[in-house]
């Protein structure tokens, strides 16, 4: 398609104006492009760089200072900051789980590791956490299944709670 401007050379530009209700397709080549788009954006050239770095410095800042902050939480007891922490894995001394023990969570789950204890459990208190445990499990697989509007496994869900708090008279 040849240049709405000058009907000589091949467009390789094209774009919409819109005037007054009025929707025209614009075709340009290389060279008229440069002209046209120079005078009309003449003095906005020293804006784009200074904008540009401005958008650069604040995005830089915001993302440092959310960083920083919790990076910079230091043990009172030993010193550790959670940056240190992170970048080793190990905490300095017992008190260390105290300072940083919401920060640990919320690093942990953002790893996506499971926080729940699922190991071997003493004999003594073996039916308490087992019971705990079941029930925990079933109420996750309600709430699962009421959002997946599978309303009759949730029903069979709900028995299942009930039955087992009948068995253990609760």
Request: charged share 35%; net charge negative; aromatic share 10%.
């Amino acid at each position: 398609m040849l240049c709405d401007n000058c009907k000589e050379r091949e467009s390789i530009i094209s774009y919409t104006r819109i005037n007054n209700d009025e929707v025209e397709e614009v075709h340009l080549c290389q060279v008229c492009a440069e002209e046209k788009f120079k005078k009309e954006f003449q003095g906005y050239q020293n804006i784009i760089p200074q904008l540009e770095n401005a958008l650069k410095n604040i995005f830089k800042f915001t993302a440092n200072s959310s960083k920083d902050e919790k990076d910079d939480i230091r043990c009172e007891y030993c010193g550790r900051s959670f940056r240190e922490l992170k970048n080793t894995g190990v905490l300095g001394c017992p008190k260390c789980y105290d300072s940083f023990g919401n920060e640990i969570k919320a690093y942990l789950k953002a790893l996506n590791i499971n926080l729940k204890y699922r190991g071997k459990i003493p004999k003594n208190s073996e039916s308490y956490i087992y019971y705990n445990r079941k029930l925990e499990d079933l109420r996750e697989k309600l709430d699962l299944a009421i959002s997946l509007e599978e309303y009759e496994k949730a029903a069979e869900i709900r028995d299942e709670i009930k039955t087992l708090k009948e068995d253990a008279n609760v």
